[in-house]
């Protein structure tokens, strides 16, 4: 048994990271607060990239025992525009309730001890982003709730103005609708997120055979940013980088970079060492969220997305 590594988050970055250096022989001290199951403001889209990551750790199959939703197709709408394709493999839909307990579960089983305070520094932050400390105006909020209705098997986001909203099947039946509009627009309909919906009219004909589930859950403010500079210790998930949600890469960059870093806090390895391997990971997603964040503000993705084959556009929001 090598050191024992202590972490801060028991989300998929947490987790996942104290999975993999459990499997390196270290011993783990998980720092977690919050109770396990509950709900987070995400998107719940896995891309395919989803399963040698999970399987690297031992976490496909009791994925897989979740019963997540297959999603074979993409949609994306810009108003007037609209562009489907079917995707190069199937992707999955899984709320984070549900995949936050079975990683933390999974760890657990393999060994992990749980705190609910911070004891010692930690070697590994996967404590989820900071809230931005910025001024009013230009803010940015999420939000998210699930529906009832009829399943489909795509990945569908409704761009509108600065907004937009994901949806995609989860499992168990239900719709996950998860979005991200700017303060400006939000206020306009006192943050009442069932108005915001329709404000695009192929969002609102989308979701009219839909029923929400439980009330709304919000975020923010959000802001797109990387730590890929501080070696003060092993950051993972968005802790470490945090990119548009828009891409839908952020489940999978968390369980990838908890997993490295894991590994690296088990071999002890260089923190720039470890920075320098996320850093080709996540360079590509990262970069081109924000080239279409300022497409989105300018109104030029409506002109810009049609010219794009879909699954290029997809494959270029994949970590590596």
């Known amino acids: 048994m090598c050191k024992t590594i202590t972490i801060l988050g028991g989300g998929p970055a947490g987790a996942s990271a104290a999975l993999a250096a459990m499997e390196l022989g270290c ?87 749980i705190s609910r305070e911070t004891t010692s520094v930690p070697q590994i932050i996967a404590s989820g982003r900071k809230v931005a400390a910025t001024a009013r105006g230009g803010r940015l909020f999420g939000f998210k709730a699930h529906f009832e209705g009829p399943p489909d098997d795509a990945v569908e986001l409704y761009f509108f103005g600065s907004a937009y909203v994901g949806i995609n099947a989860v499992e168990n039946g239900f719709t996950n609708v998860c979005g991200l509009a700017p303060e400006e627009l939000l206020r306009t309909f006192d943050f009442d997120f069932d108005r915001v919906l329709l404000e ?63 590994a690296a806090a088990a071999r002890s390895d260089p923190v720039p060492d470890y920075l320098a391997q996320c850093r080709q990971s996540l360079r590509k997603p990262f970069e081109v969220a924000g080239v279409f964040r300022k497409a989105l503000k300018s109104r030029f993705a409506e002109t810009l997305a049609p010219l794009i084959p879909s699954r290029i556009l997809f494959a270029l929001t994949r970590p590596r």
């Open 27 to 113: 011993g783990v001290m998980l720092i977690e607060k919050s109770k396990f199951p509950r709900h987070k403001v995400c998107g719940e889209f896995f891309s395919p990239e989803i399963e040698p990551d999970l399987a690297r750790i031992g976490a496909w199959q009791a994925f897989l025992s979740a019963a997540p939703a297959r999603i074979r197709r993409m949609k994306l709408n810009f108003g007037a525009a609209e562009k489907t394709a079917s995707l190069a493999e199937p992707a999955w839909g899984l709320s984070r309730s549900a995949f936050d307990a079975l990683l933390l579960q999974r760890a657990i089983a393999a060994g992990a001890k």
């Open 200 to 262: 695009s009219p192929a969002l609102a004909e989308r979701v009219k055979p839909l029923t929400r589930r439980f009330d709304w859950l919000s975020t923010g403010p959000l802001e797109f940013k990387q730590h890929l500079s501080d070696t003060t210790a092993y950051r993972a998930g968005d802790a470490l980088s945090f990119v548009d949600p828009f891409t839908g890469s952020g489940l999978v960059a968390a369980v990838k970079t908890g997993s490295l870093a894991g």
